[in-house]
């Protein structure tokens, strides 16, 4: 199966901040990425609320709860005890962790899994018997994903920023590429689901999804929030699902 589509709203939220109005409708944007094929939705809600804003995540769960009960919610962000909390309230189907400063622009790079385990196992314990699937964001390193898998994590995101950085130099993305392969090979190994994300276009997602063909979901924000701007939200996301082999 290919992998499934999870669209970031970031993006949407960011533009919607910069005026003091309701538009664009996250969640409406939302509603149509879903209708048009979406497997779900992804939101970053950062502690200053610059993106996504606290008060949009219970109307996003009610969004997928009310209308579109197939499609999964994933909440991404640093496990602070504030974002701990909101993913306990609002009750994601995946909850993935990033090693984020809060200043931070984006996130731009995946977690230490030999340096972070102490710190990453019981929150990885918490969540799961909350009952979340637990992704971590990750370097394209096959040697950290034992670690990765020891703190009981279901899942990796392979941070995908490197290669999508390589637009224009093929050589320097094939051999990104070939290292997201092996991390992710890696993984498989030792008992993990990837998903991947960052960076990813219509471009780039065949050879990523040719290469790591058991890759579980792509979550994707800012190429495909651009690609909206020309060919609309539902014919971006077919053009997306396309490029992933559905």
Known sequence: MPAKL???LNAIAMLRNRRDLPWPS??????????AGAHGLTVHPRPDERHTRHSDLPEIRALIDDEFPQAEFNIEGYPSEDFLALVEKHQPEQVTLVPDDPAQATSDHGWNFVADAAFLTPIVRRLKKGGFRVSLFSDADPAGMKAARDTGA???ELYTGPYGGYHSDSEKAAKELERLGKTADAAFAAGLQVNAGHDLTVANLPALAKRIPALAEVSIGHGLTADALEYGMA???GRFLRACGW
């Open 6 to 8: 999870s669209v970031n």
């Open 26 to 35: 996250v969640t409406g944007i939302g509603r149509l990425a879903l209708a």
């Open 154 to 156: 279901d899942r990796i």
């Open 235 to 237: 014919g971006t996301v």
